[in-house]
């Protein structure tokens, strides 16, 4: 009749085997590498002849690559969201306007002087998106976290009294 093994010695084994293992990784991964030439022998000996490299400094600027050939500089790209000054698109005391679904536009107005928006109830804002945002949160105050694009989403009214996307402005 065949004996049972006890639990307790096979993980005490696998454990050992575990460490074994690890010691010898360790020790391999420790050791220093020393540059070796290997000459095989032409004779009828079975075993090769190993002789150490002397490393010298000639042998040491040998073995160093030249520096690369200077390269044009890279083109970074432009960041995908680049941060637009209001200033820059805007003139003072110019209209803005902002839409909710199912609610009447909400209007602004740009003060130059202080570079932020004064909405009609009062409100400071200092971004399109600040006043997309609260214009949302006036409409809906159940929300929890409203975002919006104030460049894609607000309207801002230019010379000739039309209405344009504020996107589509140029500097």
């Excluded at 290997?38 to 079975?46: E, G, K």
């Excluded at 995908?80 to 306007?97: K, M, N, T, V």
Aim: proline share 7%; net charge neutral.
């Amino acid at each position: 009749m065949a004996e049972k093994t006890d639990p307790v010695s096979i993980v005490a084994l696998i454990c050992c085997c575990q460490i074994l293992f690890a010691a010898s990784v360790y020790v391999f991964m420790t050791r220093k590498a020393e540059p070796m030439i290997i000459n095989l022998n032409v004779s009828n000996s079975p075993e090769p002849v190993v002789e150490k490299k002397e490393e010298t400094a000639a042998a040491v600027a040998e073995d160093r690559l030249e520096p690369p050939e200077q390269l044009a500089p890279i083109r970074v790209p432009k960041p995908r969201h680049s941060f637009r000054q209001l200033h820059e698109y805007l003139a003072d005391g110019q209209a803005i306007r902002h839409c909710v679904r199912g609610h009447p536009y909400a209007y602004a107005s740009y003060n130059a002087n202080r570079n932020n928006i004064v909405c009609t109830d009062g409100t400071i804002v200092k971004s399109l998106s600040g006043f997309a945002v609260h214009n949302i949160r006036q409409a809906n105050p159940n929300l929890v976290n409203p975002q919006a694009d104030g460049w894609a989403r607000c309207e801002v009214q230019i010379e000739d009294g039309s209405w344009v996307k504020a996107n589509t402005l140029a500097t």
